[in-house]
């Protein structure tokens, strides 16, 4: 009975321990990782408002070029229209850019949660704490997914900063559901960083399989419609699920957001199997 008491009275005290130790991994992790993101976000909130500064003096231009001349810029931009403020956006933050802060950051900061402490040694002191392997990585997966939501939401004020410069006439619905779409993007990616990382234990592979397969999917997406008999497979890109709804135009896409969040979740899961198992070092 005494024994009961015991340990029912130091549970709360074990519980609270273990919850100021993923607190306190959280927030070194995002500490960690404060100078790329800040330059990734100030790099979105800069475009944004030069958007808002060049589409009155170029939109004329624009909406002058010839058809054909448009329609090589859409097909190699992944179909949008400069004659619209929101394809001038599409063609010049949300095609390549915002994406790929977004992932940058994911992925530095999936490959410095996974692989760095491993490679530093200090991996061991790390899982001293009162916690799990699992926990421990999934503490650092929270960590990246706040990094990414922090450069979109930047992604979001740029355009919304663009837009009452230059008037582009961009609804919330749609700068929102260009943020999450970005958000969602960087996140599959820094899942796979994670999963990476916790194969191998190498910070340079989590990094460099990851971008690899970024500019993979992005190729995909982009090059694979300008030949019909392979168009179909632009579908298995990342990419593809981010921007062929057009989410600056039309807001998110459910179903796609669904699958890019679907996709996250199961390589994260993955991720998590493999650090549980596998021998660390250091």
Known sequence: MTTMLAQGSFAPEAKGARNGAVVALIGKAVKDRTQVVGAASFYMLAIGAVLGLLWPPLRDVFRAMPRGMNDLVAAISGGTDL??????????????????????VAVMSAAAASAGEEEEKTLGLALSVPIGRGTFLVAKMIATVILVFFVAVCVGIGLELGNLIGA?????????????????????????????????????????????????????????????????????????????????AHGADGAHLALLGGVSIVVTLAAVLVFQRRDLRG
Request: no cysteine; net charge positive.
């Open 83 to 104: 004659s619209t403020s929101a394809g001038w956006a599409n063609a010049e933050l949300l095609s390549l850019l915002a994406p790929a802060a977004a992932i940058v």
């Open 168 to 248: 582009l006439g961009l609804s919330p619905a749609g700068i929102v559901g260009a943020a999450s779409h970005t958000l969602l993007l960087g996140i599959v990616f820094g899942a796979l960083g994670f999963l990476v990382g916790s194969a191998t234990g190498n910070k340079r592979s989590a990094t460099l399989v990851p971008s690899l397969f970024a500019v993979a999917a992005f190729a995909a997406n982009t090059f694979l419609p300008l030949n019909k008999a392979l168009a179909a497979g632009q579908k298995l890109s990342p990419w593809y699920y981010y921007i062929a709804s057009n989410p600056l």
